[in-house]
């Protein structure tokens, strides 16, 4: 069976030949039928540019990009089977609700009484039954972007691409959303291709999902594989800000000499521990207290869970961690 | 002890008042322009009003201070409602005819023009409305005269048998271009078209583009995105200009002067009745007529729906 969506070292890139600026940089890439697939990355990483690729807003500049096995390198955007939830929703202001979600069967000539029952059935979906008549610009962020993803669902895409959606959310209904856009992924089976920069949004949602660093992907693996076992320093600094330790550091904490990581609540107060340094902050999380020392010249974070004794700035302390919890990068 | 706030001024004193009163500075600020506006614009509006409401007496000439519907009724005299209708037409005509060329360079310069080729926009659009609208009007009529250098082009590039075709049409031909309803089209189109194009360009510079590119996401065509996303966007922006060159158009005396085969217009009309014939009650009535005609047009856009993306 082929895969959704396949990128066959893709790039992307932008400015004169001579000097190009490399958005995307001979990327190859597989995301699975049905799976729900995270692009994590900063800001001009490339993921965004990825997701253009994808939905056909973007052409490569070399590589082929495939669609359930077809190559639609060169199918325009409206030729494409795929849809996508914008970032700042883009929904059209001068329609109602319902004719923006029935928007897509409108175009393909479906009859008005067809149309407005489907995209009822799509606004039941996202929750918005009754708001079939509202202008969009009478609904809250959080309820736009509900029609958004109602309005990218209609057509029944075979690949849902959602661009940073839930970027413009407040924290609660954020996390609100991700309960439902995951729950919705599951029931409609059909694959979805989130971009973000939130770590946790990528990590708590995502099947398998793609670090993306400087236009190329510096790792792909469910995020258990990249939140333990970080492929080079990037992903373990960008994705649950470990601590990143220099080979020396590592060889005297007996591992090779490797680059390694540690991941900052893998740590724990230890009056024998090997990691001996001065606290030079502490910061109250909620859940628990931050404390970062400095030890051989490094600077070294540990999240102590609330209730454990806490330091004072200032003091000696020494930090111990299980022996697993030290991860050799292979890589640089 | 010592104070903690320094001594004040006068200039602190009213800042201060300013401050804690902000309306009182409003309410300064704007009266001065309102009262022009009240007294000077909306009252000669209403003194003309008054005006198309009274007679004139036939024998005397005099004006006839007494409320009356007689002056409005013979607006509707034949050569008095040929000239409505005239201008009525033609006023259609340019605004279309505006929209249609407008659209292209207003679009061409809130999507794609960048930096220094938008500062040339602005200057290509901005640069005849700074040159005497007279001298313009003069430079079209050499143009489009018989021995001008239209006639010579064609002449020149054999062409001629369009020109004469466009000149043999009934009705809006003539015996050049400069005598006809083409040429005055021409000008008019010619002379107002920066106004449609400004307006336009600013309300097609507000649609994003994630909005096309949302539309061509959900799989419309170029042709089913203009339609049904692109124009309804752009229609406040269209209706903003066509209010410009209908009623500028409507309002004009000149140009009908100038280019055309001096057939009569309202804005002609009313410049002779209130001149030479003394009728300013007729040449009030006349000038009602933009006004409601103004008036109906954008309570039907509205109605249509074209300020629901404001």
Known sequence: MPAAVEFRSVSRHFGPSSAPVKAVDSVDLTIAEGAFFAMLGPSGSGKTTCLRLISGFESPTAGEICIFGENVSNTPPHLRNVNTVFQDYALFPHMNVRDNVAYGLMVKGMAKAQRYAKAEE???????????????????????????????????????????????????????????????????GITFVFVTHDQHEALSMADSLAVFNDGKIAQIGTPAQIYAQPKTRFVADFVGSSNVLPPALTQNLGGPAKWSSLRPESLHLDPSG???????????LGSGHRVAITTQGQDIAAILPAGSPLPEPGAQIQLGFAPAALHIMDEV | MSAVLPAKSLADRLTTLFWRKPKLLLALLITPPLLWLGVIYLGSLAALLLQSFYSIDEFSGMVVPEFTLKTYAELLRPQNYDIILRTLIMSATVTLGSVILAFPIAYYAARYAKGRWKAVFYLGIMLPLWSSYLVKVYAWKLILAKEGILTWAATQTHTNFLLDAALALPGIGGNSLS???????????????????????????????????????????????????????????????SIFTFSLTMGDYIIPQIVGNSANFIGMAVYQLQGTAGNTPLAAAFAVIPIVIMLIYLSLAKRAGAFDAL
């Open chain 1, 122 to 188: 799509m606004l039941a979906l996202v929750h918005l039954d009754a708001y079939g008549s509202r202008k969009p610009g009478q609904l809250s962020g959080g309820q736009r972007q509900r029609v958004a993803l109602a309005r990218a669902l209609v057509n029944e895409p075979k690949v849902l691409l959602l661009d940073e959606p839930l970027g413009a959310l407040d924290l609660k209904l954020r996390e609100a959303m991700q309960d439902e856009l995951k729950s919705l992924q599951q029931r409609l």
């Open chain 2, 179 to 241: 005598t006809s309803y083409i040429g005055m089209f021409l000008v008019f189109t010619y002379v107002w078209l920066p106004f449609m194009i400004l307006p336009m360009q600013a309300s097609l510079e507000r649609v994003p583009t994630s909005m096309l590119e949302a539309s061509q996401d959900l799989g419309a065509t170029r042709a089913q995105t203009f339609r049904t996303v692109i124009i309804p966007l752009a229609l406040p922006g269209i209706i903003a200009g």
């Open chain 1, 274 to 284: 090997p990691l001996q340094g001065t606290v030079t902050s502490l910061r109250y």
